[in-house]
């Protein structure tokens, strides 16, 4: 029987990560090309702030875009029809001669 090969426990992850702020993002600190990368840095220089944490508040911002669109189209649904109980109180509010 052969046994698996297990990566360090969950501490020992923990561990490594302690006092870092900011978690790195797989999305957009490896897709952003040399000129890019420059123009952001100059805008965080502007704002004060180091590069990653210029980018990491840019993807928060950018998070928080998405839930509101999401909440929007969550909005912009068509409220459902009565379910039968709803239709019988209905009915059930309404003179019995018509």
Do not use: H, I
């Amino acid at each position: 029987m052969e046994t698996l090969d297990r990566g360090p426990a969950a501490c020992e992850k923990a561990a490594e990560n302690r006092g870092t702020d900011v978690p790195p993002t797989k999305s957009t600190a490896k897709t952003l090309t040399e000129g890019q990368r420059a123009y952001e840095a100059k805008r965080a220089a502007k704002a004060g702030m180091s590069l990653d944490k210029w980018l990491a508040g840019k993807e928060r911002e950018r998070e928080a875009e998405a839930k509101a669109k999401l909440k929007a189209v969550e909005a912009a649904k068509p409220p459902k029809p009565p379910g039968f109980f709803g239709r019988l109180l209905e009915r059930a509010q309404k003179p019995l001669g018509s």
